[in-house]
């Protein structure tokens, strides 16, 4: 019996996902293997981070 993939490699799968770069076989490996707690919260990390990187681009660009 395989151990569960942990959170660092859904966060991993979820980064990818953003990117839009998935092979069918690793996402179906996903599907099978990942916690889906870890998903929603790697998922929502990703997000907060994203936003955040978008309104620091923003404020740079405007304070010039």
């Known amino acids: 019996m395989a151990d569960k993939p942990g959170f ?6 979820v980064l990818w996902s953003f990117v839009g770069l998935r092979r ?3 996402f179906d490996a996903d599907q ?3 916690n889906p707690v870890h998903i929603i919260i ?3 990390l ?4 994203f936003i955040g990187l978008l309104i ?4 740079f660009v405007v304070a010039k």
């Open 32 to 34: 099978q293997g990942l």
């Open 24 to 26: 069918k076989r690793d």
């Open 56 to 59: 620091t681009i923003v404020k």
């Open 8 to 13: 660092l490699y859904a966060l991993k799968a």
């Open 42 to 44: 790697a998922a929502l």
């Open 46 to 49: 990703a997000v907060a981070l």
